[in-house]
């Protein structure tokens, strides 16, 4: 997910950003040299055994807060039969929906959405994976690290209202598409790396058709995924660090070739299959395979190589008529273009780049080839924004949606695992 991409970030602790500072963090050991209160308890003799233990429950208001308020898009799909935006917000867990032709004005501090989904009932939580049914506008919905489980929303959805449908994931789904001829859905995880490929109208706990990992894969990391129905054809984006299963076998466990998979259990604990000390970090990559691969199946072509410009891929989207593939290059600012035939280390035949571009570490990107656009998912900016499909250098986008003022800090904060405290340069470290 997002937070891989940006590392260790470092915020004032005066800062007006997007994160949950409590008073009392320096009495729960998560600081870097303790206080002098700290110090002086630490030196108060035991308690006696007659002495009784207590439980003190502590129930307090932040001293402050660090939060962005704002969305930010980790991932994006066209309705071109309605022709409307749908864009994953993963900071504030929402959906939200607007006409494609918007255009926020200079002068304006935001576009409201035409519909938003989210709220405690909707269960969505860090959503990073995002398909629209081309038929009906159904909505599929990918949590990401915090739930197993993906949505399904009719397109009439809005506001705080439970999904219509839930399937059961593996731990850190992200990606997801349709193969609509065939009817199966196809979700990438993230490690351990896989393509887990289920019926289309899968539900709850419901076993995969097939999935797709192992070694010999060169599966590392799995995010983006895109398919070609047209020459059968399976893409897939890796950002590189990876390690090896027992037997090669993350997620499927007594597998007959062509059968669904027995006693499939998404949520039960498949570290144990790892082999310790074998973690490596491989260079980010797209891989290729036929569209029905299965098991341990070796790619057809991989792009890979310094002059890829390949860094943290995240989305990717197919033009399928043209023979391109487009890439979200999150941590360059770039969308990156290759020949959907290209293989080893070659350069993008296309690169969007640039300050006159709006791209804001984008993480989501679709072809839209009935219009003959490119849109973008910003994560970094609050952004969306709209391109001609063959757009490339310093261009500036057609249209750009903004779900915040112009110029306004985006913290990207992802999945928060840990705090720390630095007392000499009083600092808050926030590890994404």
């Known amino acids: 997910m997002i937070r891989k991409a940006f590392g260790l970030m470092v915020v004032c602790a005066s800062g007006t950003l997007a994160l949950l500072l409590l008073s009392s963090i320096l009495h729960f050991g998560l600081v870097w040299g303790a206080a002098p209160q700290q110090q002086q308890a ?14 003190i429950h502590l129930v307090r208001a932040p001293e402050r807060t660090i939060q962005d308020t704002n969305s930010s898009f980790s991932a994006v799909a066209v309705d071109v039969a309605r022709n409307e935006i749908v864009l994953e917000d993963e900071n504030r ?29 909707t269960k969505i939580s860090q959503n990073c994976g995002l398909y629209v049914d081309p038929l009906t506008g159904d909505v599929y ?13 009719s397109r009439q959805a809005s506001g705080n209202v439970t999904a219509d449908r839930e399937l059961a994931t593996p731990h850190r789904a992200f990606g997801v598409v349709v193969d609509e001829e065939a009817k199966e859905l196809f979700i990438t995880i993230e490690y351990p790396p896989a393509v887990v490929v289920f019926p289309k109208a899968a539900r709850e706990n419901d076993a995969p058709l097939r999935i797709l990992e192992g070694d010999k894969t060169q599966l590392a990391e799995v995010h983006g995924v895109a398919l070609d129905t047209k020459n059968q054809l399976l893409y897939v984006a890796n950002q590189g660090p990876t390690s090896r299963n027992a037997n090669d076998v993350g997620w499927a466990r007594d597998v007959e070739p062509g059968t669904p998979t027995v006693e499939w ?10 082999v310790p000390g074998s973690g490596e970090f ?10 029905k691969a299965t098991g341990d199946t070796p790619p057809l072509r991989v792009i890979q190589g310094p002059l890829t410009r390949l860094d943290w891929p995240a989305h990717i989207s197919l033009d399928v008529e043209h023979g391109e593939v487009f890439v979200a290059n999150t941590v360059t600012d770039e969308i990156l273009v290759f020949r959907a035939s290209d293989n080893g280390n070659v350069a993008p035949i296309r690169v969007l780049k640039g300050p006159h571009t709006g791209l804001g570490h984008p993480h989501g990107v679709f072809v839209d080839a009935k219009n003959d656009e490119l849109v973008a998912a910003n994560f970094g900016n609050h952004s969306s924004t709209v391109y001609r499909r063959t757009a490339s250098g310093d261009t500036p986008p057609l249209r750009t949606i903004r779900a915040a003022p112009p110029n306004t800090p985006a913290p990207m904060f992802g999945n928060i695992g840990a705090l720390a405290y630095d007392t000499k340069r009083d600092q808050i470290l926030a590890p994404n």
């Open 282 to 291: 491989r260079p980010p990559s797209i891989t290729v395979y036929p569209l």
């Open 141 to 153: 919905s990918v949590n990401g690290d915090t739930t197993n489980y993906m949505t399904v929303w």
């Open 42 to 55: 630490r030196q108060t003799p035991p308690a006696t055994s007659g002495e009784a233990r207590k439980t």
């Open 265 to 274: 259990t998404p949520d039960s604990d498949r570290w144990r299959y790892l």
């Open 93 to 121: 867990d929402q959906i939200m929906v607007y006409g494609r032709l918007d255009n926020t004005p200079a002068q304006a501090a935001l576009s409201e959405p035409k519909r938003v989904i989210g709220g405690s009932h």
